[in-house]
């Protein structure tokens, strides 16, 4: 089965700078890859998408790579800013959602 | 986007009683709807796939016998903890499929904190 790979577990980062959380899957098949952000016991949230047709994928702050080849996909934010603290997962999609294991971000003021 | 909606939101019950867990598609029909587990700090890992009017299909590890899930209608799936123990208490959340497997999107319910005393 689909497996998922999240790195790093923790990132600290300054108000302003980038993050980058990089996945790797194993499963080829796998043509969805969306990451969601995850605020202390409420529900994920969508942040961005990524369909396997695509490279790459930018939203204001927030973009997407894929590199079907290599099997990883990167979330980079820029310009964090402290509401961006929380946790976020990427994921894989086949025929059902496999999670990575997540990654707390603190961004610092 | 479409709305999931997951009851209840925390429930505590006795060791050895049963809770169910609703999770309703409110303005979309979802054939396939997904349940998964939370522990703290831990990622979301998949229970099951839960398929309206067939049986539900459980990943490896799971017992079907004491996570029972129902799936009888396009808006409705239960996932009913038997027997419940104080290793069951989780963070439950359920997601619905809208669109086609692997060209649709999924959104999730707003979980369900389970505590077994």
């Known amino acids: 089965g689909e497996n998922v790979e999240q790195h790093p577990s923790t990132l600290s980062v300054q108000e302003g700078d980038s993050a980058v959380i990089k996945c790797t899957y194993s499963d080829s098949a796998s043509n969805y890859f969306p990451w969601y952000k995850q605020e202390l016991g409420k529900r994920p949230q969508l942040i961005i998408d990524i369909r396997s047709n695509v490279g790459e994928k930018k939203d204001q702050r927030i973009a997407v790579t894929l590199n079907k080849t290599a099997k990883h996909f990167s979330l980079h934010i820029t310009e964090t800013q402290p509401e961006d603290s929380a946790v976020y997962f990427c994921a894989a999609h086949t025929n059902k959602l496999v999670f990575g294991a997540g990654t707390i971000l603190r961004v610092k003021s | 986007g479409a709305v999931v909606s997951q009851h209840p939101s925390r429930v505590i019950c006795k060791s050895g009683t049963s809770v169910k867990i609703e999770c309703r598609s409110l303005d979309f029909q979802a054939t396939t709807m997904f349940w998964y587990r939370q522990f703290p700090k831990q990622s979301l890992m998949l229970m099951a796939t839960s398929n309206e009017g067939s049986k539900a299909t459980y990943e490896q590890g799971v017992e079907k016998d004491k996570f029972l899930i129902n799936h009888a209608s396009l808006t409705l799936s239960t996932l009913t903890v038997t027997s419940a123990h104080p290793e069951d208490s989780s963070f439950y959340i359920c997601?619905?499929?809208?669109?086609?497997?692997?060209?649709?999107?999924?959104?999730f319910g707003e979980g369900s904190r389970l505590t077994v005393l």
């Open positions: 997601s619905a499929l809208v669109g086609a497997s692997g060209g649709g999107e999924l959104f």
